[in-house]
């Protein structure tokens, strides 16, 4: 009786959790805390769910925007799936209240940003899936309490731009997926703080280098897939990544691979450079644990030039994929099927009658035929090809154009009209003069613009009109005297300009008008010696800012005023000798790397480098005439720092430099110039710090002198 009681007591108690009112359009499995609303053009969450339930599924409907504590009445939830809803925006706070959430899908949603408060709350989520939206931006600390996610999913979105600490806080997350993107720049810290990131997946996205030093930053990562980013080329210790097992570089654009690239992943087992345009390899160095080499779809011949990397490839046991292109007894013949001794060069006569010319196209076929067309890269290569004009009838799809060292002297109205899928054009060494407006008509999707080294001095601004979406502009290595005012004014979305070595004297007000997205200006190796106090205005978003090998003669305090994200400040090599107080405060907050070698500098005063310390990361002062710094005990942050070829004198006067020097574990390469008892002795280990004058051997610091704010000397250094 007793027993029946109970029993009845339980349901009564549980009725009201397990039968809880459900949404009318919605289906509830009580049993198992599972609630689907799908596919019903619900506009907003339904606010009747029962409250314990633990999977809800609510793909298929309207809700376009989520608002601030949609889902508090459902704290037990651990699934969540919201694809295909429409949803806009994610308001602040959306998720809080949602502590339990392991899963969470808004894919194949119209979200354009994530804020950084988008996912408060989710302090127990492990897999986030954002692909095939529209994010264009993420901002920075955007993931910073999803402390246990481990697969991030932000394929198929427009993301350009990875900044600096974007997946901050992402201390357990194993594989983070940015394919099919738009992304063609990854800042140096972009990666930073993933101790657990395994495998990162960025292919299909507009990368035109490898970026080693972003993802040097991964330091267990074992997976990385690059296949479908626009690389031409891989360099010596490109690929500098001591776990990496498993490296993807297929179908790119790769034609040249030095010897050296995997030198710096003792670990890789197997690299992939499927369909690329490789045309000869030499034996790998520094990969003992390769074992399988993907070069499927090259055009490489089996000849006496690859003989060497047959022998290294059978020595180390190295199983690689390779159909030989020719010679024409050998074509379409794996490599494993041959011998070393079998690759030779000669004369073979059977050539002419096996082999297709490569040249050779349909006559239907819509390519120069001077060019090479190649429709699974969606690239045309003209490179170097004698055209003094540009060639009609490339292919529609084209989206990498090469007419690099060709004679074209001017570039005219509409010369590549109908091109409007070209992302990337190399139009460098081909002594253009002038660029007439329209040029660049109907290239929407223009990104990346090389005219590097040719005879350019002026540019009409409308000649950008046409290309909206420019990204990167290089104009370096041109005759430029001056920057043409309002050059920029029709390149909204610029983000890197580079106009280095040419003959710019002065930048004036408001020079870089229009190109309010500036992250990158390089203006190395120019005549530089005046910059207007604005003449940056509206550049906020200014990242790096390259003014070395120039005229200036003093640091640009007031044109820096308002670039409150600038990291990086080369003046090297600059005849400037003296840095004031607060020369570097407009920027002291942001900056992280100070290049100011090379200048002949003799002093820096007392509050040269006030604000600046704890963000600084590296200090480049070598090679110029200090004989003191001043105190430098806010630079705790330190990775590098060069402090050779100075004139150091190692008297009392540099105690404070000494100390500071012996409390960092980073080789610093300070010496002492002066006096002549220590000279050549490094600074950090100078047995002794003597002042002339009063002082009887041992250096004697009082309460009194240790009271005083030691000032730096400008005494040159004394012998004796």
């Known amino acids: 009786m007793l027993w029946t009681v109970l029993t009845l007591l339980i349901m009564l108690f549980m009725e009201p959790l397990l039968c809880d009112r459900c949404p009318r359009k919605c289906i509830c499995d009580n049993l198992r805390a599972f ?15 029962p409250q314990f339930t633990q999977k809800l599924d609510l793909r298929g409907n309207d809700l376009k925007v989520i608002p601030t504590g949609s889902f508090f009445p459902t704290p037990y939830l651990t699934h969540l799936s919201l694809q295909k809803c429409n949803i ?27 804020y950084q408060e988008s996912f408060d709350g989710l302090s127990s989520l492990q897999q986030l899936v954002l692909e095939k939206n529209r994010l264009e931006e993420i901002k920075p600390g955007a993931f910073g ?15 350009v731009y990875l900044p600096d600490m974007l997946f901050q806080g992402l201390q357990q997350v194993k594989w983070i997926r940015l394919s099919n993107n738009m992304i063609n720049v990854i800042s140096n810290e972009a990666f930073a703080g993933l101790p657990n990131l395994r495998r990162l997946s960025i292919d ?124 024409g007894h050998f074509r379409g013949d794996h490599l494993d099927s041959l011998r070393a001794i079998d690759l030779k060069c000669g004369n073979f006569p059977e050539e002419e009658d096996n082999q297709l010319p490569v040249t050779q196209k349909p006559e239907d076929e819509i390519c120069p035929r001077i060019c090479d067309c190649r429709p699974d890269d969606k690239h045309v290569l003209c490179e170097n090809k004698y055209l ?40 460098q060494n081909c002594q253009i003069n002038e660029l007439q407006p329209g040029a660049f008509i109907s290239m929407d999707n223009l990104v990346y613009l090389y005219l590097s080294h040719n005879h350019l001095s002026q540019i009409d601004p409308e000649v950008f009109r046409d290309a909206p979406k420019l990204g990167y502009l290089y104009l370096d290595h041109n005759r430029f005297t001056t920057i043409p005012m309002g050059a920029f004014k029709r390149l909204p979305n610029l983000f890197s300009l580079h106009m280095q070595h040419n003959s710019i004297s002065t930048l004036p ?40 090998e120039n005229l200036l003669l003093e640091v640009p305090t ?140 041992k250096t004697k610091i009082t309460k009194k002198k240790r009271s005083e704010k030691v000032q730096p000397t400008t005494r040159k250094a004394t012998h004796g």
């Open 204 to 327: 299909h996205n507009e990368l035109q280098y490898f970026q080693s030093e972003a993802f040097t930053r991964m330091s267990g990562l074992t997976r990385l897939e690059l296949g479908w980013n626009p690389m031409t080329f891989l360099s010596e210790e490109a690929v500098h990544m001591a776990s990496l097992k498993q490296l993807f570089l297929n179908d790119m654009a790769i034609q040249d691979v030095s010897f050296k690239a995997f030198e710096k992943s003792p670990q890789l087992s197997l690299i992939d450079l499927s369909n690329n345009q490789i045309r000869s390899i030499q034996a790998l160095s520094g990969v003992e644990h390769l074992n399988r080499l993907n070069l499927t779809g090259n055009s490489i011949r089996c000849d006496c030039y690859l003989r060497h990397f047959k022998q290294w490839a059978d020595s180390q046991r190295v199983k690689v994929d390779l159909i030989c292109s020719g010679p």
């Open 558 to 697: 007031q044109a820096l005023k308002g670039m409150s994200f600038l990291k990086e400040l080369r003046l090297s090599k600059n005849p400037i000798r003296y840095i004031g107080n607060g020369a570097f405060l407009p920027v002291s907050r942001s900056l992280q790397h100070l290049y100011l070698s090379d200048l002949g500098l003799e002093q820096i005063s007392s509050g040269g480098f006030t604000g600046l310390g704890r963000g600084i990361k590296s200090l480049h002062l070598d090679n110029n005439k200090l004989q003191n710094l001043p105190n430098m005990k806010d630079f705790n942050g330190l990775e590098l720092i060069n402090l050779a070829n100075n004139l150091f004198n190692c008297d009392c006067h540099l105690l404070h430099l000494h100390r500071w020097i012996n409390s960092l574990n980073l080789k610093v390469g300070a010496t002492c110039a002066g006096p002549k008892s220590v000279k050549g002795q490094k600074v950090r280990n100078a047995p002794f710090f003597k002042c002339h004058g009063n002082d009887k051997g």
């Open 509 to 548: 007000d408001n020079i870089m008008s229009g190109a309010d997205k500036l992250h990158w200006v390089y203006l190395t190796g120019n005549n530089i010696n005046y910059i207007a106090q604005t003449a940056f205005k509206n550049t906020k978003h200014l990242e790096q800012l390259y003014l070395d």
């Open 35 to 49: 609630v689907a609303c799908t596919n019903k053009n619900a506009t907003e969450v339904p606010a009747s769910i």
């Open 88 to 114: 806009e925006r994610i308001e602040e706070g959306a998720f809080r209240g949602l502590g339990r959430l392991v899963f969470l899908n808004l894919g194949s949603n119209k979200i354009s940003f994530i």
């Open 388 to 427: 003094q004009q540009i060639p009609k009838r490339f292919p529609f799809d084209t989206t990498l154009l090469d007419l690099r060292k060709n004679v074209f002297n001017s570039i005219f109205k509409e010369a590549f009209s109908g091109m409007k899928n070209v992302v990337s054009l190399h139009l």
């Open 145 to 159: 309490q999803l402390g246990f996610l481990n697969f991030l999913n932000l394929g198929e979105n427009f993301l």
